[in-house]
């Protein structure tokens, strides 16, 4: 509660007593708000918050004096007034109005007074004045200026525009580590530019800030460095003040390698023309060198964090090439020198190859590239290899598994190695709980280090999708942490040319990512942790398949090609590989089973889990079924309606049908399903290998607990892609009209566009022709998904996943002819026209397929959307099989596309 009183009495006293207050260490800082307030009404200006020693505890603002303690104008044209209109708590608040830009507000002066090292707790509550037009956010931002100036966004808090009476509390934790020339709080809305109106006025009230509990590691758990000490060292990036206390402590029990997060960028080490600020960097070589860690050094040129002072020559003039070229190389030369022997790898380049719309070979068009040319990556490892012949120089990269990305990325690096400017790539790596998958991951490694380079993953993460502050719920932690379980695995296996593995982070925190790391913003260790420490700790996670409908010929000596439609899963295991479909109808679930084994043995078989009630119990009851078959093709445990056993060239197939004896099959139902695979001669040993789908204690034949589980789902529609190829001018060529049309209707009743669509293929191009009836055509609207489009899904592993895949791409391209691009679409992929007709538009497009090489008879998922803008507001969307909005995040509703010649 407010208390008046305590403010009145303490503006009493005198100015002895305050000056022996203020060096008192145990101070709080509510007290010390009211000093500087008697001080700032004595004539002090000094700005300061509450006091002027670092050791204090407590900081509170509440404005019930009537005045501001302590909160200045941050810019000076915004007005900051103690209010009696609102208040959280007590009478009074703190009013910021005559704002005219995002940073117009309040600030207040935090300099000499947080304690170096220490973990400090913010909240303040906010309301508005007045209803807005629409949402607004309000934020807390942190300001540093030491050498280079930072702005960290700490929380903030979206208020709903009918609640802007209500007051809304924002809460942050800071961790306050160096001594900065300045550093101030401020409360702001979000940053759009400089030139961005905003009027917003806002009251604010109650802030404390407090220093947190100290940290402590949990020191008795299995070091992270040890665990991976014949394999590779273990790294973290990290700033300044994770050098220091706990944070420290945690660092150097887990980790032997470390690198700086941003601190080492040109940015930050050459902020001005002739200006080098080793101060950062000299201090994580001197805790490397102390800690004995291998320290990598991030980054010598990036467009992002660049020197930007480069970019302009004397006159303020865009640099010449030979101008850019001597300060790249001067600044190389400098920083590399003076940590030549302290430095052992050095990303050169980061990040130089485009999204989208790179030049012919995909390079970003960044600023280095439009001054110099594109050799400036070329020429910036010439200096590097110059400057300290020693170092291990690498090139890195993200999105590295997006197949056109990567091909890039291979050609500039082949190009470099094939110089000797080059020792290796860094794979950086951020990931999320489901994608890219694992194969992937591991054909980048394959590819890069078939050129003789060394692999270093260098900026690893895990995101959770659950938001720092937010709890984490435990079935996404167990995901998490055999997410990392996986990719740890699969770095393991490549260790021979994998040298180092570094995490993008120390712990949780709220400056990157969601969640993503392997201890939290405690320190305290995730599940992810234990999944590489112990991975029997860990919960059996339950994996989840989609079945679809249809009645496969179980008795055809060949392969139904409905099996083609049907969603492949993969099992797992330390070697080998086998993958499982399943399809079902009202009187049977129809599992098909390839495995890929070329050396028969008399003990290879396949095993089917069913609990067929999905009761998960820990015993077996009347409804679960055990069925094994043997490669030679005998039956035991429970028997199956039908099975057949059919040998391939590069191993065998295991076909059945499960009767669903205690109730029919029917769309959504889910039955408890899991699959084992024994390889009964794996090696010269005589040693058997075992493949799993979700129990990896291998206890399916006693525990249905640990089942996964399939949900039954409806058959999509589907069509065909005939073979062959066309010329993208927009024209309907002869050859369409031998393509089978599939349409595309609209959701709402009330009608509105539609389209026949036709597709081909060839090699690795599908071509498809789109004829749209929309007999208004609209383009003029801001967002492209508002303008009369056609928009192209496609999910080439045809997962059917409720979210977005490395291989999943959206297409847009409007009736002008503009194309947009989500997911792994890119421009580079897409040839398309688009001819106006007297019904409407006509589009004709050729997409690169990147991760399938389509084969007759294969599938892959696809949808067709067709956006129609009606005018006054007024928009119609017609799909073809997913009658859901949601085609741009999640593919388990598309259609089917068959590959037919």
């Known amino acids: 509660m407010k208390t008046k009183t305590k403010t009145k009495t303490f503006k009493k006293v005198s100015s002895t007593l305050l000056a022996t207050m203020l060096v008192m260490t145990t101070v709080p800082f509510q007290q010390a708000a009211f000093a500087q307030e008697q001080q700032i009404e004595q004539g002090a200006s000094s700005g300061a918050a509450a006091v002027s020693e670092q050791n204090l505890k407590v900081l509170h603002t509440d404005f019930e004096d009537g005045t501001l303690q302590g909160w200045l104008q941050r810019v000076g044209s915004e007005s900051l007034t103690v209010s009696e209109q609102a208040a959280h708590q007590g009478t009074r608040s703190m009013l910021v109005s005559n704002r005219q830009r995002s940073f117009h507000g309040p600030m207040l002066k935090m300099k000499g007074l947080l304690k170096p090292n220490s973990t400090y707790n913010i909240s303040f509550y906010v309301r508005l004045t007045e209803k807005p037009a629409s949402d ?22 979206t208020i709903p525009k009918d609640d802007w009476k209500q007051w809304h509390k924002v809460t942050a934790t800071y961790q306050y580590s160096d001594n900065p020339e300045e550093m101030n709080f401020f409360i702001e809305t979000p940053y759009i530019s400089d030139d961005t109106v905003d009027t917003l006025s806002f009251y604010v009230d109650d802030v404390t800030i407090e220093e947190a509990a100290p940290l402590a590691i949990e020191s008795d758990i299995p070091s992270l460095q040890d665990l991976y000490q014949t394999e590779f060292p273990i790294g973290a990036a990290v700033y300044r003040w994770q050098l220091e206390g706990a944070y420290g402590q945690l660092l150097t029990k887990h980790f032997n390698s470390l690198t700086a997060t941003y601190e080492m960028k040109p940015k930050f080490v050459s902020p001005s023309q002739g200006v080098y600020d080793f101060q950062a960097s000299d201090e994580y070589v001197d805790f490397a060198q102390k800690n004995q860690m291998g320290l990598r050094g991030h980054a010598l040129l990036w467009h992002i964090d660049a020197a930007e002072w480069m970019f302009k020559d004397d006159q303020g003039n865009p640099a010449s090439r030979e101008l850019l070229l001597s300060r790249v190389q001067n600044y190389v030369d400098t920083v590399m020198k003076r940590y030549k022997g302290k430095i052992y790898a050095w990303d050169v380049v980061n990040e130089a190859i485009a999204d989208s719309n790179g030049d012919a070979n995909g390079l970003r068009k960044s600023p280095f590239y439009e001054l110099i040319g594109p050799d400036y990556v070329e020429k910036t490892f010439e200096f590097a290899r110059a400057a300290d012949p020693d170092a291990k120089l690498y090139y890195n990269e993200y999105f590295t598994e997006i197949p056109e990305k990567r091909e890039h990325m291979y050609q500039l690096v082949k190009k470099l190695k094939e110089k000797g400017l080059i020792d290796g790539v860094g794979l950086q790596s951020h990931y999320n709980l489901e994608s890219p998958p694992i194969d992937e991951i591991e054909k980048t490694i394959n590819l890069f280090a078939g050129l003789g380079l060394d692999i ?31 990719l740890f695995d699969l770095y393991e296996k490549h260790s021979d040319v994998i040298s180092s593995v570094t995490l993008w982070g120390l712990q949780d925190e709220k400056s990157y990512n969601n969640q993503a790391f392997l201890f939290d ?81 008399a003990k290879d078989k396949v095993e089917l889990f069913v609990d067929l009630n999905n009761g998960k119990t820990p015993v077996y009851e009347a409804d679960d079924r055990h069925i094994t078959i043997s490669r030679e093709g005998k039956v035991t445990g429970a028997k199956p309606n039908t099975y057949r056993v059919r040998e391939a060239a590069d191993g065998y197939q295991v076909e059945l049908s499960i009767p669903l004896t ?240």
């Not at 956010?137 to 300001?143: E, G, P, V």
């Not at 339950?542 to 249809?550: D, I, Q």
């Not at 508002?786 to 409007?814: C, G, K, M, W």
Request: net charge neutral.
């Open 456 to 486: 270093q993953i260098t900026e690893l993460d895990v995101d959770s999708g659950i938001p720092y502050g937010e709890t984490l719920p435990q079935d996404v932690a167990v995901k998490q942490a055999y997410r990392y379980k996986e």
């Open 662 to 901: 205690n109730a029919q099959g029917a769309l959504a139902r889910e039955v408890g399903l899991d699959v084992r695979v024994t390889d009964g001669g794996n090696n010269s040993s005589g040693g058997q290998q075992v493949l799993y789908w979700n129990d990896r204690t291998l206890s399916q034949d006693q525990d249905t607990s640990k089942y996964g589980v399939v949900q039954f789902a409806g058959m999509p529609k589907s069509a065909k892609a005939l073979q062959g190829t066309v010329t993208i001018d927009g024209e309907k060529d002869a050859k369409w009209n031998k393509v089978a049309p599939f349409n595309i209707t609209p959701l709402n009743q009330s009608g509105g566009a539609s389209a026949e669509a036709r597709a081909m293929w060839s090699g690795q191009d599908l071509y498809l022709f789109i004829d749209v009836t929309d007999p208004q055509i609209i383009t003029n609207a801001t967002d492209p998904w508002d303008q009369d489009s056609v928009e192209i899904f496609l999910d080439e592993n045809h997962q059917r996943t409720p979210f977005y895949q490395y291989d999943d791409a959206q297409f847009r391209i409007s009736a002008d002819n503009v194309a947009t691009f989500a997911g792994s679409a890119s421009p580079g992929r897409l040839q398309s026209a688009v001819k106006k007709t007297s019904k409407g538009y006509q589009v004709e497009a050729k997409i690169r397929l990147q991760s399938l090489l389509p084969k007759e008879g294969q599938v892959m998922g696809f949808e067709l959307q067709i956006n129609d803008n009606q005018g006054n507001n007024n928009k119609s969307t017609a799909k073809w099989n997913d009658l859901t909005n949601d085609s741009w995040k999640n593919t388990s509703q598309y259609g089917i596309l068959t590959f037919s010649k």
């Open 136 to 157: 607004q956010t309000i934020q807390l931002t942190a300001y540093k200026k030491n050498g280079a100036e930072s702005w960290n966004m700490l929380d903030k808090v």
């Open 521 to 601: 913003s405690a320190l305290q260790s995730k599940p992810a942790y234990w999944g590489l420490a112990d991975e029997s700790s860990l919960p059996i996670l339950t994996n989840r398949a989609v079945t679809l409908s249809g009645t496969p010929n179980t008795k055809a000596a060949k392969q139904d090609p409905l099996w083609n439609k049907a969603v492949s899963t993969a099992l797992k295991g330390n070697s080998g590989s086998a993958a499982f479909r399943t399809l079902w109808d009202k009187n049977n679930l129809y599992v098909l089973v390839d495995v890929k084994d070329t050396t028969k043995h």
